[in-house]
């Protein structure tokens, strides 16, 4: 079957760093996706990765190794708008988004 | 209005209620998607709609019937639900869905079954 797994929950301090991982096993793969969702409100997109390697965006930062089946999210100097839920999805050979039950990230000051 | 809307935000319904849930896109696509959203549960995929079509129904129970009169609006009637029903709707859309792309959220229908 196809799972993603990551941290059910993961408490950092505003203004160090934070590496959230993704581990996938899905039926192809078309791209691993990353979004954050503040508390009633909607998923917005982060990041995408499709080849092996970083991609960096500001104070935040997603990683892929596709041979690992391996993600993570880094979120450098972090701020307590930082405090969200962070979903990671990977699109599998028939183009749907399988979805990790996210992380709920907590900020403290 | 930008964006994918949703109304209601909120809906609390008894079980032999009939109610809908509707979404609109304004961002030009044509796939749009219902998921449910429990607590701590991955996004569960309900249906898909790819150019007004539905290609994808996920063993979704008949008291949830989805409903796109065109590429920008979608539907989900829903009648006779139960507690377990009890879940943040979002509705999404994007690209069409043979095609690698984010797909865009609307801010969800909480709704209670009582």
């Known amino acids: 079957g196809q799972n993603i797994d990551q941290p059910t929950e993961m408490t950092a301090t505003e203004g160090a760093i934070v590496q959230i991982n993704c581990t996938y096993q899905?039926?192809?793969?078309?791209?691993l996706f990353w979004y954050q969702q503040h508390a009633g409100e909607a998923p917005t997109f982060l990041s995408y990765?499709?080849l092996d390697g970083l991609e960096e965006k500001g104070r935040f930062s997603s990683f892929l190794s596709r041979s690992k089946g391996y993600s993570y999210l880094l979120l450098k100097e972090l701020q307590m708008k930082d405090s969200a839920s962070y979903l990671c999805?990977?699109?599998?050979?028939?183009?749907?988004?399988?979805w990790g039950a996210g992380t709920k990230l907590i900020i403290k000051p | 209005e930008t964006g994918v809307t949703q109304t209601p935000r909120h809906l609390v319904m008894g079980m032999t209620n009939k109610k809908s849930l509707k979404c609109e896109q304004h961002?030009?696509?044509?796939?749009m998607y219902w998921y449910k959203q429990s607590a701590k549960k991955p996004l569960e995929l309900m249906f898909v709609?790819?150019?007004?079509?539905?290609?994808e129904n996920n063993s979704v129970p008949s008291r949830f019937s989805p409903e796109c009169p065109n590429s920008s609006h979608l539907f989900l009637h829903l009648h006779t639900l139960q507690p377990e029903d009890s879940a943040l709707y979002l509705c999404?859309?994007?690209?069409?869905?043979?095609?690698?792309?984010?797909?865009?959220f609307g801010p969800g229908t909480r709704l209670t079954v009582l």
């Open positions: 999404a859309s994007s690209q069409p869905t043979n095609t690698v792309g984010e797909q865009f």
């Open positions: 961002l030009g696509h044509n796939a």
């Open positions: 709609y790819n150019f007004k079509e539905q290609t």
């Open positions: 899905t039926s192809g793969f078309n791209g």
């Open positions: 990765n499709v």
């Open positions: 999805a990977v699109m599998d050979s028939n183009y749907q988004l399988i």
